[in-house]
């Protein structure tokens, strides 16, 4: 059994900052690529931020400069530091990880964490 459970979502003004959290547990043998989607209503999940490795980040070109992900592979968390945020930003965050079982890698999310960016 894996889960993913995600922290820090809320509400913040724009221009404000928040700091999503993932962590996942269970058993497993290792941990792939990590990241971050969003979804809001009526639109396909996107891609915000990912790291398939620990060296390499990937992110959307509409976070860019303002976002950054990062890893602690040793508790197995992985992180989402918004700044200068938008309205456009609201969404329901999810966290995702490409997870190493017996028989293979596959692919976990989180229960997603709302986050709501006042103008």
């Known amino acids: 059994q894996v889960q993913l459970v995600e922290f820090g979502g809320g509400l913040v003004q724009a221009g404000g900052s928040l700091k999503l959290a993932c962590a996942a547990s269970?058993?497993?043998?290792?941990?792939?690529?990590m990241g971050w989607y969003r979804q809001t209503p009526g639109n396909q999940r996107e891609l915000v931020a990912s790291m398939p490795t620990v060296s390499i980040t990937n992110y959307a070109d509409s976070v860019k400069g303002r976002f950054t992900i990062s890893r602690d592979n040793a508790k197995n968390m992985v992180y989402l530091q918004m700044n200068s945020l938008k309205p456009e930003d609201t969404a329901v965050y999810y966290c995702?990880?490409?997870?190493?079982?017996?028989?293979?890698?596959?692919?976990?999310w989180g229960q997603g964490t709302q986050v709501i960016v006042s103008s």
């Open positions: 269970g058993s497993f043998f290792s941990i792939n690529a």
């Open positions: 995702y990880a490409d997870i190493v079982r017996f028989g293979g890698s596959y692919d976990y």
